[in-house]
């Protein structure tokens, strides 16, 4: 009975590691790049962001993100003069749902593909 105890409570603990592993694997494709929006490559169902660095065509502002280690991140606003304009803010993911949140604005969908340069988002789940 102590040896089935302590197998149980192995278990548990392997599968709190794969939970806690398939999170971060989740949000490590993400966390410390700026992503900027490509309303060009949206669809009436979808949003785009691509990875700065990667081939992003010529704007006269674009939108965007960066999400930081500790739950912080920042937000790019169009500035007046077509510049950017940041704002601190916060975020969280959890079932796919990424959501930023400043206290004006808030950028929030449901994650449909992540690769190392695109962020591809359902707008039909968008949470405001």
């Not at 794969?18 to 979808?46: M, R």
């Amino acid at each position: 009975m102590n040896k089935l105890n302590r197998i149980y409570k192995l278990c548990f603990c392997i599968g709190i590691a794969i939970v806690f592993v398939s999170f971060k694997n989740d949000t490590s494709k993400i966390v410390g790049k700026k992503w900027w929006h490509l309303k060009e490559n949206d669809t009436k169902n979808t949003i785009t962001y691509k990875a700065e660095g990667y081939n992003i065509p010529a704007s006269r502002g674009r939108e965007g993100f960066m999400l930081n280690d500790k739950k912080t991140a920042t937000i790019f606003n169009i500035a007046p003069s077509c510049g950017i304009a940041p704002i601190d803010a916060k975020w969280k993911y959890k079932n796919k749902i990424l959501i930023i949140k400043s206290k004006n604005n808030q950028i929030a969908f449901k994650i449909k593909t992540i690769t190392d340069s695109t962020i591809v988002g359902e707008l039909s789940s968008m949470v405001w």
